[in-house]
């Protein structure tokens, strides 16, 4: 079973992968669609105030952003 706080966590490194996957330094052989792709994601990610808004709307489903 999936706790809120590894919710969160999760979807955090998910968006740190996604900008891993358009740094060319850290991911070098990534093909240009794959990066594209990851931008169009980015896009429409949630950030750190949308993480909150869904904690204080739903505790029970996501933790705090900045505890974990």
Known sequence: M?????RTRAIIATKDF??????????????KAVRDWALGLLRHYPGTYDLMQ???????????????
Not at 2 to 6: F, K, L, V
């Open 18 to 31: 996604l900008l891993m996957l358009l740094d060319p330094k850290v991911t070098p052989k990534v093909p």
């Open 54 to 68: 869904a904690h204080r709307g739903a505790p029970g489903s996501f933790g705090k952003p900045d505890a974990n």
């Open 2 to 6: 999936t706790i809120p706080s590894e």
